[in-house]
């Protein structure tokens, strides 16, 4: 199909987890993220014009919809800055998005599943001090650990302008997704991760208590909440908070 062949390669999209149905995850990967900018645009969380980095942004299932946005005329004419992990991922953005208005860049936080060769747990973004509209994430920060965590709330804050937000979505033990079902051990899973790994893990409540009630008025974020999609289900619950 046409609006197929502009895709990044199927094994750049399954790492960013669009499922391995066939012709499902093509479909996945252009359609997804059309809530959450929705919900961006009329919130007025950032408009044509913002400044917004995308921290784990993988290969670009966030950013077409700005490459590509086209309103009654009107483009993106605003700056995107892409921070990921793989290298592979970075290096396949940087070829497919016009340089006047993305930038990538490869962390060096070190990780398991996706980094081994990483150096460290602490990453400076290479964007100056309160220059973005608008920092998100989208699965990002429950795939990592304590040290990384800290390191991207702060580095949010640091980058964002005065009344700037940040959006990061994130497995929250209180809205499992119904098709987990009884299949998974939540707690013993999230204790690895970035929520569990202080006294709350056996909790229901330990990620997004964790994340809104203890790390965010300590980096300075103002107002924490979680918020849903309107697309319900299908997508992870986003912590939205004000600089
Ligand atoms: C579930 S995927 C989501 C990708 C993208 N946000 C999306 O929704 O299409 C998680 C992404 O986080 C990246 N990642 C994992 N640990 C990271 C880290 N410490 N720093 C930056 N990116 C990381 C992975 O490489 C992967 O692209």
Redesign the pocket.
């Known amino acids: 199909m046409p609006e197929f062949r502009d895709l990044p390669p199927n094994h750049l999209r399954i790492?960013?987890?669009?499922g391995n149905r066939i012709a499902n995850n093509q479909t996945h990967?252009l359609v997804?993220?059309r809530d959450f900018w929705m919900f961006v645009f009329t919130e007025g969380l950032a408009g044509s014009k913002s400044n917004i980095l995308?921290?784990?942004?993988?290969?670009?299932?966030?950013a077409h919809w700005l490459r590509d946005y086209n309103f009654r005329g009107r483009t993106f004419t605003g700056t995107y800055v892409g921070?990921?992990?793989?290298a592979e991922?970075i290096a396949w953005c940087e070829q497919h998005y016009d340089k006047e208005r993305f930038r990538f860049h490869h962390?060096t936080?070190?990780?398991v599943?996706?980094?081994q060769k990483?150096e460290a747990?602490q990453?400076r973004v290479p964007e100056p001090d309160g220059t973005m509209d608008l920092v998100?994430?989208?699965?990002?920060l429950?795939?990592?650990l304590e040290a990384?965590l800290e390191?991207?709330l702060a580095e949010s804050y640091r980058v964002l302008r005065s009344g700037g937000a940040i959006m990061h979505?994130h497995f929250n033990l209180d809205y499992p997704p119904a098709s987990y079902g009884t299949r998974h051990n939540l707690p013993a899973h999230h204790r690895q991760c970035a929520g569990g790994v202080d006294g709350a893990a056996g909790s229901r409540r330990g990620l997004s208590h964790r994340l809104s009630v203890q790390c965010l008025p300590q980096v300075g974020f103002k107002d924490p909440e979680i918020v849903h999609m309107p697309g319900g289900a299908q997508h992870q619950p986003i912590l939205l908070a004000k600089k």
Do not use: K, M, P, Q
């Not at 790492?15 to 669009?18: A, K, L, M, Q, W």
């Not at 998100?136 to 990002?140: A, Y």
């Open positions: 790492r960013i987890g669009v990967f997804h993220a995308d921290i784990g942004s993988g290969c670009g299932r966030w921070i990921d992990i793989d991922a962390s936080h070190s990780s599943s996706y980094n990483g747990s990453y998100v994430s989208n699965s990002l429950t795939h990592v990384e390191n991207y979505s």
